[in-house]
């Protein structure tokens, strides 16, 4: 299974697997850990706190802070390189294991410890790059805080040589005759394309593929952490194949990482985690299952209904999924639904609500190609509704002819009952939408008002909440932020090396010689975008080929936002789908289903959600006929 965390309140703060080796290096390894967690921990928190004072400044005041996007921006390049560190340390950023896992059991060890080793030397390379970035950026003064832009570009090579530590006590871990052996074909390797550098720089664009169409997938298949495959990649494609210094990568890095945008993305995550802990997520679900619970295939409405509203709300696909399946799936069980079938569902509706916002991909989406955050959070409410009716419908079809559910409907009574009592949680993601199209907040902004609105109502409505979670909560979102950040860092650097090669032109070029225009564009861009999103997942896929792909759409005619959407369907598509699809086995592991057994129920589900795509493009009004 890949990388991707599984966070929920119950599972955060567990302690990293430290290894069993002891004394003072262990002693050292967990102060590490303990030290890099508070920090991220207490700069997550002031950054939650600066933003909504912002807000409250701006909307009740009407006296806007002009200095709080440079502060945030400064603190959230401290918060990504952070938490980048601590998620190297936890060995949680995003990887492809899927065929690693199909290797013997040595074969895998050795595997593992060499993907320490290449990213501990693609680290150790990029360090003085880092300095020369902090020097250039050294005589730089901020408009606002009239700061020199050293304290900002510092967090470059503070949070690389926090990640060679890290990688350093990760690969203590590892079998010293494995680090051995990997060290050495790890510097064989590049010591030989050091030698070949003359080689590389005749051969011009064929470069691209060899680092690219070459180099990155072998990495990625060997279970190297997809940041730093494409990291390495670029690092080496700028060093051996260009004259271009590599201090260009560490600069786009940061560039990559601290887009304000960008900063939605760990606070939306520690709403979602908030809203566990609070009971709410529990207590939707409740209302839901009081309302359909008693009708045939009621709970598999439920869990379609359900996954749609926590969608809205916590923005994290694992934390969605996380949230709904410990809820529901015993009841299920209990009406003797099979557990495979009921992740296999599972699985569908996390492809389905890929576009409800307030959706990270969505976010990814406006801050790599400058499109309007709001307008996407409002172009992807019909296409989920959709694809949840054909789910529905599809659900109905299957279960018309099962014996009727002997479970009683609930009494009015109660069922109002449970209502009032969900209404607070059912009102937040209107909450949350309403914030933004009212103006009271920005996209990177509502997530804190949704935040204080989860704290109010866990502290005095339902009196569920545990404060001793809280620390905990904040450096775990901390880590995965770090984990996300850092793809998006790497591919945006990975993206600007290609563009910068004009093979965006090619591309486009080879494109427009494809008969058929916009018709077999859209076609080709459904299949990429699947393909990508199975093997590299949504996030880095769109931060990597959103900049190649929206300029050919646009010289098309097509409507970015209308665009978006399909491309994003295309790749939650591509994400569920096995053998490649990451999120199917997240989606296994959630649900503690057998991936072989749950794969046969997925595919009636893959076929209606490919048709609703297919429905999705041919009418661009289902994306954009609300904003319009």
Not at 353 to 379: D, K, M, N, W
Not at 393 to 406: E, G, L, Q
Not at 569 to 575: D, E, K, V
Request: glycine fraction near 8%; charged fraction near 10%.
């Amino acid at each position: 299974m890949a990388g991707t965390n599984i966070l929920t309140s119950e599972t955060v703060g567990k302690p990293a697997d430290l290894g069993r080796k002891t004394g003072w290096i262990t002693t050292l390894d967990e102060l590490f850990l303990g030290t890099i967690s508070a920090i991220a921990a207490v700069l997550l928190a002031i950054e939650i706190v600066v933003l909504f004072v912002g807000i409250v400044a701006r909307y009740a005041f009407h006296h806007p802070l002009i200095w709080t996007d440079e502060f945030n921006s400064i603190l959230f390049l401290w918060l990504g390189t952070l938490g980048s560190a601590l998620a190297l340390r936890r060995w949680q950023h995003m990887r492809m294991t899927t065929f690693v896992s199909m290797l013997p059991a040595s074969w895998q060890d050795y595997l593992s410890g060499f993907a320490v080793v290449i990213v501990l030397v693609f680290l150790v390379l990029l360090l003085p790059p880092s300095f020369e970035h902090v020097q250039t950026e050294a005589g730089v003064i901020s408009p606002s805080l009239e700061i020199s832009m050293f304290w900002r570009a510092a967090a470059m090579p503070v949070g690389i040589g926090l990640m060679i530590i890290a990688a350093l006590f990760r690969l203590r871990n590892m079998p010293l005759k494995i680090s051995i052996i990997a060290l050495a074909v790890a510097i064989v390797a590049t010591g030989a394309l050091a030698l070949l550098q003359s080689t590389f720089l005749d051969l011009d664009q064929a470069n691209l593929a060899i680092f690219f169409l070459v180099g990155v997938p072998l990495m990625v298949f060997v279970g190297i952490p997809i940041a730093f495959a494409f990291g390495a990649a670029t690092f080496a494609y700028l060093t051996l194949g260009t004259y271009v210094p590599p201090s260009i990568l560490v600069a786009r890095l940061d560039a990559g990482m601290s887009q304000l945008l960008l900063l939605a993305i760990p606070t939306f995550v520690f709403l979602g985690l908030l809203i566990e802990m609070t009971g709410m997520a529990q207590r939707m679900i409740a209302f839901l299952s009081n309302l359909l619970g008693h009708v045939r295939g009621g709970l598999q409405y439920v869990l379609i209904a359900a996954m749609y509203l926590v969608s809205g709300i916590s923005g994290s696909k694992a934390a969605d999924m996380a949230a709904i399946a410990p809820a529901l799936f015993p009841e299920m069980e209990k009406l003797g639904n099979d557990r495979a079938a009921m992740t296999a569902l599972l699985a569908a509706t996390g492809a389905q609500t890929e576009t409800v916002p307030p959706s990270l991909i969505l976010i990814a989406v406006g801050s790599v190609t400058g499109l309007s955050i709001a307008g996407l959070f409002t172009a992807g409410l019909l296409p989920s509704v959709l694809l949840g009716v054909m789910l529905c419908a599809f659900v109905w079809y299957r279960t018309r002819k099962a014996p009727k559910n002997d479970t009683p409907s609930v009494k009015r009574s109660v069922l109002w009952k449970s209502f009032f009592v969900a209404l607070p949680a059912l009102l937040l993601p209107f909450v949350i939408r309403s914030a933004v199209v009212e103006g009271v907040a920005t996209a990177t902004e509502v997530s804190t008002v949704g935040a204080v609105y989860t704290l109010l109502v866990g502290l005095v409505l339902y009196r569920q909440f545990e404060w001793k979670r809280l620390f905990p909560m904040l450096a775990a979102t901390a880590s995965l932020s770090g984990a996300i950040l850092f793809v998006t860092g790497a591919a945006t650097g990975m993206a600007w090396a290609i563009t910068q090669s004009g093979f965006s032109q090619t591309l486009a070029d080879a494109i427009a010689e494809v008969p058929g225009g916009m018709p077999t564009f859209m076609a080709l861009s459904i299949l990429l975008f699947a393909i990508l999103g199975s093997v590299l997942e949504g996030l880095p896929a769109i931060v990597l080929f959103g900049p190649l792909m929206f300029p050919i759409a646009q010289g098309l005619g097509i409507n970015d936002i209308y665009y978006a959407i399909v491309a994003i369907l295309a790749m939650s598509l591509g994400l569920f789908t096995p053998p490649f699809g990451v999120g199917f086995y997240i989606t296994c592991a959630i649900g503690g289903a057998d991936p072989n057994h749950a794969m046969r129920h997925l595919w009636p589900y893959l076929a209606i959600l490919t048709i609703g795509v297919v429905i999705i493009a041919l009418v661009p009004w289902l994306s954009i006929g609300l904003i319009q």
